[in-house]
């Protein structure tokens, strides 16, 4: 019963580091999102996943590349972070897009300092 | 470009109190309108609605839709302190894939 599950749930670099945040599913989603939120901000769309090998643009992709190679798994990678990267970002999914509810998972906090 | 707003920014009520949480928004091609809950981490799915005048209810909470108006409230009723928590209403418009959220109404019930 996991659900959606994040890693890492922290994490620290410093401006001009690169990571990769994962994003698994053991629920057969079809669909996969990145979020990031901030304050006064909402929730803003990165990428999406419509499925297996797809991905999307959302409202904010500068900065970031996503990949699902597997269905279970969305990656979110920073190339080159900045401060202004600094955000709690969560990954959700759902059956069939947003049709249907989506779960999200429990969020990463990153710092860039 | 479309807009999601949430009213009141925050909130705070004694226990028992009831509150109405609002939402307006401007979007091109409405599909549905989402509540989620977020207390310290993920959002958690509420109700979703597509239909004016039909009621969602899940025992305190409920919520209604008025396409006509472009609004949506959350009730809460006899609040209590497990309810303090962020409410976010999301918007799905045009694909089924994108949903924009507004930036929410955090609520806190006090004793």
């Known amino acids: 019963n996991a659900g959606v599950t994040q890693t890492p749930k922290f994490r620290v670099l410093k401006t001009g580091q690169s990571m990769t945040l994962l994003c698994a599913q053991d629920?057969?989603?079809?669909?996969m999102y990145w979020y990031r939120q901030d304050p006064g901000m909402g929730l803003r769309l990165i990428h999406y996943?419509?499925?297996?090998?797809?991905?999307a643009k959302g409202e904010v992709p500068d900065g970031y590349n996503v990949s699902r190679l597997k269905k279970q798994n969305f990656l979110l990678g920073l190339e080159s972070a900045a401060p202004s990267q600094t955000s709690v970002y969560f990954c959700?999914?759902?059956?069939?897009?947003?049709?249907?509810?989506?779960?999200f998972g429990q969020g990463t906090r990153l710092t860039v300092v | 470009e479309d807009k999601v707003v949430q009213s009141p920014l925050s909130l705070v009520v004694h226990e028992g109190d009831t509150v109405t949480l609002n939402c307006s928004y401007e979007?091109?091609?409405?599909?549905?309108l989402l509540w989620y809950k977020q207390e310290k981490k993920a959002p958690t799915f509420l109700f979703m609605l597509?239909?004016?005048?039909i009621e969602k209810k899940s025992g305190r909470l409920s919520s209604i839709l008025d396409k006509k108006e472009l609004f949506s409230i959350l009730n809460i009723t006899a609040t209590q302190t497990g309810d303090s928590a962020v409410y976010l209403c999301?918007?799905?418009?045009?694909?089924?894939?994108?949903?924009?959220f507004g930036t929410g109404t955090r609520l806190q019930v006090t004793l």
């Open positions: 959700a999914s759902s059956l069939q897009g947003w049709i249907t509810e989506a779960f």
């Open positions: 996943s419509v499925g297996e090998g797809t991905t």
């Open positions: 999301a918007l799905r418009t045009g694909t089924a894939s994108k949903l924009t």
């Open positions: 629920m057969n989603h079809e669909y």
């Open positions: 979007v091109t091609n409405f599909r549905s």
């Open positions: 597509t239909s004016s005048g």
